[in-house]
């Protein structure tokens, strides 16, 4: 089985720009959760979904929004690109709420 | 909300000898605590969790320890191997998918 798919894997912006970033989730599964990771930290939690719906969302400017379409995969958008955005994006797709969080390889996002 | 901070940030390790990392966190509501490991280029792979109804979790090389009182919990990994070199996050949460991570420790294991 296929896991975690993230496209694409590396993306140049510029200032300003809009980008959205897209997610599979692992087959079977109905929840995702995005994470924005800085060179040299942790993850740090963006939003989750679950069954298409918004159950979660981190300490991110309104900029960044997402969705879950039937399928169960996503879509993680950010207007208005600012350079402290470049980041790893992560994808975690898990079965449910509360279960195990299996992550994807990540977009390199780099903004100049 | 939650804070995890999690020590020491790099470790160096000969192989074979054992490796322990730390992490506290913030939340007494947080009960779920999963570690992964990232390698260059990578996501990052989950390889073990616990729940807090547990203290302790054993697979294979890999234990893991939660102290609730303390609001602690430690990864160990014994007989390290080279290719155990990555850099390992914790995590807590009050459910697997809102997760808080610590800063992340650069394990090194020397051959």
């Known amino acids: 089985d296929a896991g975690v798919t993230q496209s694409p894997t590396h993306l140049i912006k510029t200032r300003g720009q809009h980008v959205t970033l897209r997610c599979s989730p692992i087959?079977?599964?109905?929840?995702v959760s995005w994470y924005q990771q800085v060179l040299g930290q942790g993850p740090q939690f963006i939003f989750q979904?679950?069954?298409?719906?918004?159950?979660g969302r981190g300490n991110f400017p309104d900029r960044f929004s997402a969705r879950q379409f039937p399928n169960y995969s996503s879509e993680l958008n950010v207007n208005a690109l600012l350079l402290g955005d470049s980041a790893l994006y992560l994808c975690a797709s898990s079965l449910k709420t509360g279960t195990w969080a299996f992550f994807g390889q990540g977009t390199r996002l780099t903004v100049v | 909300g939650e804070n995890v901070e999690q020590h020491p940030s790099t470790l160096s390790v000969q192989e074979g000898d054992s490796a322990v990392i730390k992490c506290t966190y913030s939340?007494?509501?947080?009960?779920?605590f999963p570690w992964y490991k990232q390698e260059l280029g990578k996501g990052p792979q989950l390889i073990i969790d616990i729940r807090s109804n547990v203290g302790e979790k054993k697979d294979q090389r890999i234990a893991v320890t939660l102290n609730k009182t303390a609001k602690h919990f430690s990864l160990h990994i014994t007989e390290t191997q080279p290719e155990d070199s990555a850099v390992y996050f914790c995590a807590a949460s009050k459910i697997a998918n809102d997760m808080r991570f610590g800063a992340g420790t650069r394990l090194t294991v020397k051959p």
């Open positions: 979904y679950y069954e298409k719906e918004e159950r």
């Open positions: 087959s079977g599964h109905k929840s």
């Open positions: 939340d007494s509501a947080s009960n779920y």
